[in-house]
């Protein structure tokens, strides 16, 4: 591993990228569920983590842990993959007639964007 180059792993970086998006676009919307979020630690070994959280504070703490085990590991580079899609929450709201989300309220507003969305069939 120590003769890999910023070229493999940006390499790597795109095809995790593509990959990720191909799965998510499989789902629906609502499908957030069926997409695990991982990190890829590229050290002596690589190193895949699965990873899953009820809100933002546990995922920071599994993002926290990845980042530890990749320091430990002396890793090249740390990947995650996640889902990526998300809502225009401006025209969200105006649709429905909802206030805007703010910042430190987007654990609510991600709960609320399900419920309308199981409302809709979707």
């Avoid at 957030?32 to 546990?58: S, V, Y």
């Avoid at 309220?105 to 069939?121: I, N, P, S, T």
Wanted: with cysteine; proline share 2%.
């Amino acid at each position: 591993m120590e003769n890999l180059t910023q070229e493999d792993v940006t390499g790597m970086m795109a095809v995790l990228l593509e990959t990720a998006k191909k799965t998510r676009e499989s789902f629906k919307y609502s499908g957030d569920e069926k997409m695990t979020p991982m990190a890829l630690i590229f050290a002596e070994q690589i190193t895949m983590m699965m990873m899953t959280w009820k809100n933002n504070r546990e995922k920071y703490v599994m993002a926290g842990a990845a980042n530890a085990a990749a320091r430990k590991a002396h890793a090249k580079s740390l990947s995650f993959v996640t889902d990526t899609r998300w809502v225009q929450s401006d025209k969200f709201c105006e649709y429905f007639k909802l206030p805007l989300p703010k910042k430190e309220g987007m654990d609510a507003f991600v709960d609320l964007y399900h419920r309308k969305l199981a409302e809709q069939g979707d």
